[in-house]
């Protein structure tokens, strides 16, 4: 199991740098045809939507990594037992809420996918917005794993005592 997580984490931090490389070869691309007084006029929108699916991506592989933002003021006074329960009800908590974003992503992507871009015609929205349930998704598999870890070192600690 622990295999399969980097692995996701590997792919989505390609797919995060991929992005972000778009997004910044797009920004320079407008700024040498603007300065040239060429006007291209998909770079703004392509920019943003690149720029999306890097902070989506991003915003996942941080829940694995557990560099999100956090609270950990209480975390940090608490020991043993007591610190597991909380990273358990914290992770149940991330759990809820990325089912509640997960659905709404499908539901988005499904409303949404025949759109297109403004400016290219043939860019289905489907393909921006897919992002939304594919970073819950993947956040939900983390969760679960960090969720099963913790019930691990539970278990181990209950024997010790």
């Known amino acids: 199991m622990k295999k399969f997580i980097q692995v996701l ?13 778009v997004f910044f070869c797009v920004i320079v691309l ?5 300065h040239l007084g060429i006007s ?7 920019a943003n939507y690149s720029f999306i699916w890097a902070v989506f991506m991003g ?9 999100h933002f956090n609270f950990d003021f209480l975390q940090q ?14 992770d149940t908590v991330l759990i809820i809420f990325n089912v509640c974003i997960f ?6 992507v499904s409303e949404f996918w025949n759109y297109t871009w403004s400016t290219l015609p043939d860019m289905k929205m489907g393909y921006v917005w897919v992002a939304i349930p594919i970073m819950a998704g993947t956040m939900l598999i983390y969760t679960f794993f ?3 870890e913790h019930v691990q070192k539970l278990k181990v600690k209950e024997v010790h005592e």
Not at 30 to 34: D, F, L, P, S, V
């Open 9 to 21: 984490e590997k792919i989505q931090t390609v797919v995060g740098v991929l992005f972000l490389c």
């Open 30 to 34: 407008q700024i040498i045809t603007r």
């Open 40 to 46: 291209v006029i998909w770079t703004e929108e392509a």
């Open 59 to 67: 915003a996942a592989i941080m829940v694995n990594r557990r560099e």
């Open 77 to 90: 006074k608490l020991q043993g037992k007591k610190r597991i329960y909380l990273s358990l009800f914290n």
């Open 103 to 108: 659905l709404l992503g499908l539901q988005i």
């Open 146 to 148: 960090h969720m099963v």
